[in-house]
Structure formats: C-alpha cells, structure tokens
C-alpha cells in the first residue's frame, strides 16, 4: 500500500479545437477519463474503442497508444482526465478478491457507470476535494472509484517489468527543458554511456529519439491543457525557437500546434506515425 502522504493526482481537462489522431502516445500513468464533448476513438489490439459525450474508460499505462479525437462544432472536444497510481488499481482489485484481471494493459470502457460511481469520479476530478483529505482518506475514494470502473468492466491489465525507455522517459519528464544528453542519463542509470545506448536499442529505441519525443508528447499535453502561448509552450519543452519547435511538432504529429488548439486551416493528413517510441501524456 502506498504511504498516507503521497502525490495526489491531478486532474486535466483536455480541449481540442481541431480533428487529430495521434499515433503511438504512451501514458505513464494509468487513467480513468470522461468525454465530455465530442468523441474519442481508441485502437485497442486493432479495434477501435469509440467514446461518445457523456462516455467513461480506462487508459493503461506504458502502452503505445493510437487515439484520435473528433470535436462536435461548434464546441471544441473536452475530456476530464484523472490520472491514479497504478498501486491503487491493484489494491483495489486484491480487496475484491474476485476481479479478473487481464494479462496485459488494455483500454477498457466503461459499461453504464452508476450514479453514484460518476458523482465520485466529479469529486475526485473537482480542484481541491482530495488535498483536503487525509491521505488515506483520499487513497480509499480513489480505490473506490477504480472498484466501480472495475465493475463496470473497466479493469487495469498486469504491468509488466518497466522498460529503460519507460525510466528514461520518466525521468525526463521531470524536466523537459533541461538540456539532457546521453551522459546525464547514464549517470542517473549508473551506466555506462555504450550501455545505454546498446540497451536502449535493444529496445528499438535510442536516447534522442526517446528525448525528442518526450518533449513533444509534453508539449501537446500543455497545448490541450493550458492556454500559454506556443513561444512558451515551445520553451517549456526546451526550444528557444517557436518556429523550431511547430516544424518538430508537425513531423510528430502531422499537424500544427495550432490546429491541434483552433481547429484553424485545413489537414489533408491526420496524424504521423513514427517508427521509435511513443509519448506521454494525459489521456488526449
């Protein structure tokens, strides 16, 4: 069980004013979410899981993702994310004893959430209601919340062993506009810099490619839940050149900073797959 003191989760209300779909985004965090205006289509194992308004679901974590998000004019498309640790989903899965849990981390929706179960989840995700909680007090309430998603159909898949991309990445986040480089990272991992770099590419991976799109997955994350300008959005993921950072962004993502916030100008293609690694970030 995790300590009375621990950081409680903050919730993120993602809007996006134009249609993307973003490939490969990985989620360091498990996440319940609610769409609250428009939809959210998941690829899970090849099918899509289709989320109308009003709809509830599971994002597990270290699982690349494919999502794509579709606004309803004129309102932009909203989701209210809430991010708990993983620990809680798995204590609250041994109490209820009978659970079946998948092998794997999987989306999950949510098969007619009670009233009750949703009026929580408002709770949880309201600025303030768990800080002011004891912290087990606060730990129980979110247990709770995943014991009804969990009944509801929605049950968080067995984690396997972190990969060294999941920790780099991690670790990043930490700071995205640190100026990072491979020796930084294999000090942090007590390795050597030739063992980080055969490492991470036994992962198919490599430690600009994980930085790069660390950044970027950070950077969209800001872009859908703040409203700072993208100069500083750019600085905020350590570009000192906003013109740098939209050209970075766009190759990742296939489509501006700004259409991602506006919805201005016209995308013939949706999204840009890549070939290394996924992102992080809120459930988008």
Not at 23 to 44: C, D, E, H, W
Request: aromatic share 8%; net charge positive; glycine share 6%.
């Amino acid at each position: 069980m995790l300590d009375d003191v621990f950081p409680l989760p903050a919730r993120a209300l993602i809007r996006q004013g134009g249609r993307a779909c973003f490939y490969r985004l990985v989620n360091t965090s498990p996440l319940l979410f609610q769409v609250q205006s428009g939809t959210k289509i998941v690829m899970a194992d090849d099918k899509p899981l289709r989320f109308e308004t009003g709809a509830y679901g599971l994002l597990p974590d270290h699982q690349p993702l494919t999502m794509e998000n579709i606004p309803k004019a004129p309102q932009k498309y909203q989701t209210l994310a809430l991010p708990i640790p993983r620990q809680l989903f798995e204590d609250a899965y041994t109490r209820m004893g009978s659970i079946v849990v998948p092998s794997r981390p999987v989306s999950a929706s949510v098969k007619c959430l009670p009233k009750e179960a949703a009026a929580l989840f408002d709770y949880c995700c309201r600025p303030g209601n768990l800080a002011s909680l004891p912290g087990a007090i606060a730990k129980a309430r979110l247990m709770e919340l995943a014991t009804w998603f969990a009944l509801c159909g929605a049950v968080l898949g067995q984690s396997h062993s972190p990969r060294l991309e999941d920790r780099l990445r991690q670790m990043i986040e930490t700071d995205p506009a640190f100026d990072w480089t491979l020796a930084h990272a294999a000090g942090a991992f007590n390795m050597s810099e030739a063992t980080l770099r055969r490492k991470l590419a036994a992962e198919q991976t490599g430690f600009s490619e994980v930085l790069s799109d660390t950044r970027m997955n950070r950077a969209l994350g800001l872009i859908h839940t703040t409203t700072l300008p993208m100069a500083q959005v750019a600085l905020e993921v350590g570009y000192d050149s906003p013109s740098q950072f939209s050209a970075r962004f766009k190759e990742r993502f296939g489509v501006s900073p700004r259409h991602v916030r506006s919805g201005s100008g016209h995308v013939e293609r949706i999204g840009a797959e890549v070939e290394q690694s996924g992102a992080d970030m809120l459930a988008r």
